[in-house]
């Protein structure tokens, strides 16, 4: 029996999770893992290196080439076949939310598992969607 994999710290769940190519006659899906969302993220959008890409996830730097590498492959097979790409899945913890008011539709940013002071900024509404707990409902199959 191996060794239980420790959650890969992920900075915030992606605003957008569903890709698809324009022509809306895709030829599959891809799922791309949260923690290879998050390893492209870091390095090919703001340009850490692998080293220090993997002390944000708070994995080893080979295991954050591990997942790169996947990430790349996935990404490239879905641009190349025409592919869908589904964000979901993984073993991961958040360090950030972000929530999106469904009444007035602004974005709020605040560290994860702390609540956020009050409704929304902008209109005061309750109505605030996480999208944190949109992807770990999702891992959870519901």
Known sequence: MGRPHIKRRVDHPPAWWHFMPDNRCSEGKVILQL??????????YLGLS????????G?????????IRKAHKKIGEAI???????IIGGNVRFQRDILCC???????????????PGGCPQCGS????????????????V
Do not use: W
Not at 102 to 116: A, D, F, K, N, V
């Open 102 to 116: 469904q009444s007035c539709g602004s974005i709020i940013t605040y560290l994860y598992e702390t609540l956020p």
């Open 80 to 86: 190349s076949l025409g592919k869908e790409i589904l």
């Open 50 to 57: 692998h080293s220090g890409a993997a002390e944000k996830m």
């Open 35 to 44: 923690d290879e969302y998050e390893a492209v993220r870091l390095s090919d």
């Open 126 to 141: 309750n109505s605030l969607l996480s999208l944190a707990n949109r992807f770990l409902m999702k891992n959870k199959g």
């Open 59 to 67: 994995v080893s730097r080979s295991t954050f080439t591990r997942l």
